[in-house]
């Protein structure tokens, strides 16, 4: 399988008004194309730093990161998507306005990008929430509208950063479903930051588990079941717990 | 400090004064004063030599302020509380006095002057006037902004409506009026020498009138100068109590 | 629910920033949405406020034709009334040619003060290097530096406009820098991360975040700008009506000048209301949030 995503060697260290702080010490890591690949690990881990780093939003200080072989040196709207945990939707454009913005800034005329994201809306389920602004949308509508954004430009590549953090257990449950649904029919490649053990399992054909700061990788999980996962099964049920030995010394480390 | 800034900041002002220098050197001596000559007539100032009665003015422009003042927070306090206290006056004298607002106050002072005269009444009138309207909307603004919360959970231990009042919205309101009584300070400031230049026999204002009228700039520059120390002082003082007020509060 | 007449900020950088932030929305009820209660409210309110001001115009007559009040200093509402008929031709042109010069010293004022508030907001050290010039120079009351503008620029529109342009400079360029400074970073990190250039980021991001702003720094901008031009006519004698309302105080024509006052501040408010219409029209995405 062609390796559509290559790091090799990264770090990143901040400098903060207490000292310099190493988000990210030599991390290496790979994803081939038509994954659904999941960072997963304790809070301050560098996994959303990573994120930026291969969305071109953050300069890694060392090593190198390919995505299709070229080498990553800024945001690539026509390769990579970004979806962030605060959905970031412009208050002033109404759910269309949105969703077409990426399309917007590559200059597609506007009757096409209409389509294009009019089309969208019915997957996303907001086809009645077209012109609807985002103080009118509930959480999980808005983060669908960030991710509908995302997906209108139509990258092989979507980053996406702890998208269902700020909602409530059952509405992110049933937006995992409805995310892998979106993902099984665009086919594209997704790296999934996220904290919850659920998700990463649910979800993911990949769980690269990383350590507490500075952030490396400590062990990668294969995930090659089938879809829907059926998450009482023995098999997940081991896994699960697999997953949770590996992550609670992180997580203990961290909260120190 | 960031070396950029100040940086930036001496060459603002190094142009600034600089190029006053050279324009008040090289023309029109009555009007173009260069800061160098501007220098020794403050000092001429500060000796009584070019306002012998000096001290006076400044007094009495003081003296407007304060009271000014003292009756603008009298006024905006009660008409303040009075509006956010009940309900519908609230909501339906709110709105009179926001279109007020709406209107400069410098149409009122003529009015002023007719009613009062040129004394220092009619500063006194003006400076209350702008006063009074930060202070009302400060106590309006400050009322509304207390977490509601707070008051239920006061009524859960049993306060009564004055109590919860005095250990509940007082204190949670006092930034935001405090900052209404500095800026309402400021306005009345503004309002007594406003008035003073625009018409009177006394005070810091009408001394800047006078200069001005007689072409005599060097001494105008030297009074505004001290009128200035006199504004940023007052400001300073309330800046000093709003600071103390802010410790109180978190 | 009413809406906060301060729009909040925690930060007191000086005592014209609070003025400014304190006023620029008068207080109106729940926005919008009209049930049951409100609309009751409504109408309750606005009974209060026909009946205060009519009995205050009642008891004003009463009191004048009593003689309680020395009519030359406080006419009745009749007198009043009466002379707004002598004197509205003559309101009417020094009012005209008061808007002129604060429409083109309006103009100015919010091209500088837009143009400086973006320019500020966008370049970190140039605003912390300016800002206390800034903040002094708001703070001063700027009838001090009138004389001198004269002396520079004589009588005339000139020194009018120019005075009243630096009046109203001020609000509308602490508001914008401070709007462009706040502007939410997650949307500018979200346009980044979609590909926009630096002009798109300003265009597309920067310029419709800082529109609700931009609308609070016109409004007090009319009224800073407006006053500017007021006070210049009162100082000079220019024409205009400034000078209207002072010759009518120096005439002791009580009644002439009540009218005259009543109708300049009438047609300030009219003004302020006209750009609230608007402010609202284009904030609908905003919703409750003001």
Not at chain 1, 93 to 109: A, D, I, S
Not at chain 1, 213 to 227: D, T
Not at chain 2, 198 to 218: D, E, Q, V
Not at chain 3, 71 to 87: D, K, Q, T, Y
Request: charged fraction near 15%; hydrophobic fraction near 50%; glycine fraction near 10%.
């Amino acid at each position: 399988m062609h390796d559509l995503i290559v790091v090799e060697g990264v770090s990143k260290r901040y400098v903060t008004s207490s000292g310099p702080v190493d988000a990210l010490r030599d991390v290496s890591l790979s994803v081939g194309t038509g994954e659904f690949c999941t960072l997963i690990g304790p809070s301050g881990c560098g996994k959303s730093t990573l994120l930026g780093i291969l969305g071109g939003l953050v300069g890694a200080d060392d090593g190198r990161v390919a995505i299709d072989g070229r080498p990553v040196d800024g945001p690539d709207p026509r390769r990579v998507a970004t979806v962030f945990q605060d959905p970031g939707l412009f208050p002033w454009r109404t759910t269309l306005e949105n969703v077409e913005f990426g399309l917007e800034l590559q200059g597609m005329p506007a009757a096409r990008r209409r389509r294009v994201a009019t089309d969208l809306l019915g997957p996303l389920g907001l086809r009645d929430f077209a012109a609807k602004y985002p103080r009118e949308l509930s959480g999980g509508m808005r983060q669908r509208v960030a991710i509908g954004r995302a997906l209108a430009i139509d990258t092989p590549i979507v980053l996406m950063d702890e998208p269902f953090g700020a909602l409530d257990e059952q509405t992110r449950v049933l937006m995992g479903e409805w995310l892998l649904e979106i993902w099984r029919r665009t086919r594209k490649t997704i790296v999934f930051v996220t904290h919850s053990l659920h998700e990463a399992l649910a979800l993911s054909t990949r769980v690269v588990i990383m350590t507490a700061r500075p952030g490396r990788i400590k062990s990668v999980l294969e995930l090659p079941m089938p879809y829907p996962r059926a998450m009482e099964s023995p098999e997940l049920v081991g896994l699960r717990a697999k997953l949770w030995s590996d992550i609670r010394d992180e997580s203990l480390r961290a909260m120190q | 400090m960031n070396k950029q800034i100040v940086l930036i900041r001496a060459v603002i002002l190094i142009v600034t004064l600089g190029s006053w220098e050279i324009v008040g050197r090289t023309a029109n001596p009555a009007l173009y004063v260069p800061p160098s000559a501007a220098i020794p007539a403050l000092g001429r100032l500060l000796t009584l030599h070019s306002y012998p009665d000096l001290l006076e003015h400044l007094l009495l422009t003081l003296r407007e302020i304060l009271v000014a003042y003292a009756m603008a927070i009298a006024a905006g306090l009660g008409a303040g509380f009075a509006l956010g206290v009940n309900r519908l006056v609230g909501r339906a004298y709110g709105p009179i006095l926001a279109a007020l607002y709406a209107v400069p106050a410098v149409v009122w002072y003529p009015s002023l002057m007719l009613f009062f005269g040129l004394d220092a009444a009619s500063k006194i009138a003006f400076g209350f006037l702008l006063g009074f309207f930060p202070i009302t909307l400060a106590v309006l603004a400050g009322i509304r902004q207390v977490n509601p919360q707070l008051l239920v959970v006061a009524r859960a231990f049993g306060a009564d409506g004055v109590t919860a009042f005095r250990k509940v919205t007082l204190p949670a309101m006092l930034f935001t009026l405090v900052g209404g009584l500095r800026t309402g300070l400021a306005l009345a400031v503004i309002g007594v020498i406003v008035g003073e230049v625009l018409g009177s026999k006394s005070g810091m204002g009408s001394l800047i009138n006078h200069a001005y009228g007689l072409f005599r700039t060097p001494d105008y520059i030297a009074l505004v100068v001290v009128t200035l120390i006199l504004i940023v002082g007052s400001d300073a003082v309330a800046a000093l109590l709003e600071r103390r007020a802010q410790r109180w509060t978190e | 629910m009413p809406s906060p007449l301060c729009s909040s900020g925690a930060r007191s950088d000086g005592p014209s920033d609070a003025a400014t932030r304190a006023c620029s929305r008068p207080p109106t009820g729940c926005g919008g949405l009209a049930d049951p209660a409100t609309v009751n409210e409504t109408v309750r309110v606005r009974v209060v406020q026909l009946l205060s001001v009519a009995a205050l115009l009642v008891a004003w007559e009463a009191v004048a034709r009593a003689g309680w009040v020395d009519p030359l200093f406080v006419p009745a509402p009749s007198a009043v009334a009466r002379a707004l008929g002598r004197i509205g031709a003559a309101a009417l042109a020094g009012l005209g040619e008061t808007l002129l010069k604060a429409a083109i010293a309006y103009v100015l004022a919010v091209v500088i003060g837009v143009g400086g508030g973006i320019l500020l907001g966008s370049v970190r050290p140039l605003r912390q290097a300016v800002n206390p010039f800034v903040i002094a120079l708001y703070g001063m009351p700027k009838i001090l530096v009138l004389p001198w503008i004269m002396l520079f620029l004589g009588f005339g529109a000139t020194p009018a406009v120019v005075y009243a342009t630096i009046h109203g400079v001020f609000p509308i360029l602490v508001l914008v820098t401070g709007a462009v400074r706040d502007v939410d970073a997650t949307l500018v990190t979200v346009a980044r991360a979609f590909g926009a250039r630096r002009w798109q980021l300003y265009w597309k991001v920067v310029l419709p975040a800082i529109v609700p702003t931009v609308l609070a720094g016109m409004r007090l901008g009319v009224v800073f700008c407006l006053l500017g031009v007021l006070v210049v006519e009162m100082f000079a004698g220019l024409r205009g009506m400034g000078y209207v309302l002072s010759s009518l105080a120096n005439g002791f024509q009580a009644p002439e000048l009540f009218a005259a006052t009543a109708l300049v501040s009438a047609a300030s408010i009219v003004i302020v209301l006209s750009l609230d219409a608007l402010n609202d029209r284009l904030s609908q995405w905003r919703g409750d949030l003001r």
